[in-house]
DNA sequence: GTACGTTTCAAACAATCGTTTCCATCGAGG
DNA sequence: CCTCGATGGAAACGATTGTTTGAAACGTAC
């Protein structure tokens, strides 16, 4: 139907925008006019600017979220003693990180929306994100925690956020990182090859010793 | 003076308020109205909205770089051969970093404004930052290259920002984390406390071992 | 062909934005 | 006392924002 074309036009230039300046920095009149669309289009189809902000974020969670249930079963599947190896489970994930965005061939368009996810301030989009999608990753973090028994909760919590930061951080901010590598080391860097050099990286930063015990409780300016 | 105050209350205002919910989501009203200064103010003392948040950095950034160049002179002199063992290099890092913001009780802060700066896309910001202040930041790369001969220039490259992401990502998104950390853990995590846990991982991250060797070079979506 | 629900369109809405203007106020120097 | 440059303040500027409106255009079923 002609709905479906305005929409996914929509959400088409909306999510490239918004990569590019943020959610703030788009206007709808941007979005419409770059779309071929009408403005009143937005609020029509999708309510408000909110709601299509949620929407472009669904398009690439919702299957994500899909696959990625299948991945964990195939693996549990494969492994019925219920404890799979660490560099499965990042492996499983890596790979459909990659596959999802891959078919439309936004994967750097999705690094960037990740990105955003985060740093701006967008309440809702964090409630929203954590709310409709948050099972997949509370089963993910609970298999990590049955592969690396040796680690307290705690340490393990703060670590995977810290691979998450590093992940996040790299591949949404790829092109001026990729500038400056390409200026300065005259090499072509693609998202695999970043990918190959993340993984011994995570590994051995989920691996690392664990820190030394800490002082005497001081307070901190919180 | 009157100057000087009406200065500084618009910095400690805006500071707060840019960190909590970005530049573009802050309006000049409201920052006037929470420092109980006029509207004008802004465009008087700054000149736009764009120089306030470029002061706003400034303020931080320039005692930063100050103390960071002083403190590498001070390794260097300790080390007359030129080369400074890595864990020093990274240790007198985080310390400059600790010790800046302390003096204001703004550490904070400071992080979510070094987020911001990443990740929202304000062009303006990422060339001023970069132009006034990535002279420390290559003098320490050059330092950290003298101390790691055996990694490969291009690798060290990617693994000083995976570890810079983790660092920024998780020091700049540290309230949220610390809720669901604490939540789950009930244990209250310092600042302090944090750094404590990364340098570890940060370490280890850097000592990674090599990634294997590429695949046959293939074509990647840009 | 006519009626009906869906979608598109141009226009206007009220609110907010950053910025500018103009005048009052102040304090120091002549 | 008067002047003058610097600062504070109220009001308005024009531009842009997200959203709403009401009518036109559309395809479909009777």
């Given at each position: ?6 929409v ?9 925008l918004?990569a ?7 206007s ?6 770059k779309?071929?669309?009408n ?6 189809h ?14 690439y969670?919702?299957?994500f ?6 991945a964990?079963?195939?693996?549990e ?8 190896p ?28 990740l ?24 089963r ?6 049955r592969?690396t028994p ?11 956020h810290?691979?998450?930061g590093?992940?996040i951080f790299?591949?949404s901010?790829?092109?001026a ?5 390409e ?20 590994v ?6 664990l ?12």
């Open positions: 139907m002609a709905q479906t074309d305005t996914t036009r929509i959400l088409d230039t909306a999510e490239v918004f590019e300046r943020g959610f703030a920095e788009t709808l009149r941007t979005i419409t006019s779309a071929r669309v403005l009143a289009a937005v609020n029509y999708f309510g408000s600017k909110k709601a299509l902000i949620q929407a472009v974020f669904a398009r969670l919702d299957p979220t899909e696959r990625f249930h299948g964990l079963d195939a693996l599947a494969r492994h019925p003693d219920g404890t799979i660490l560099e499965e489970l990042l492996e499983s994930m890596a790979r459909t990180v990659l596959e999802v965005p891959a078919e439309r061939h936004s994967l750097k368009v999705f690094m960037k929306l990105g955003l996810a985060y740093s701006q301030a967008q309440g809702h989009l964090r409630r929203y994100i954590q709310e409709e999608y948050g099972s997949v990753f509370t993910f973090t609970e298999l990590v925690r592969a040796e680690l307290p909760d705690a340490e393990r919590f703060w670590r995977l810290f691979v998450l590093t992940v790299t591949l901010g790829l092109d990182l990729r500038d400056i590598a200026k300065d080391y005259g090499e072509h860097v693609s998202v695999r090859d970043l990918v190959r050099r993340l993984r011994p990286v995570v051995a930063a989920l691996n690392a010793p820190p030394e015990a800490p002082m005497a409780n001081r307070a901190e300016a919180s």
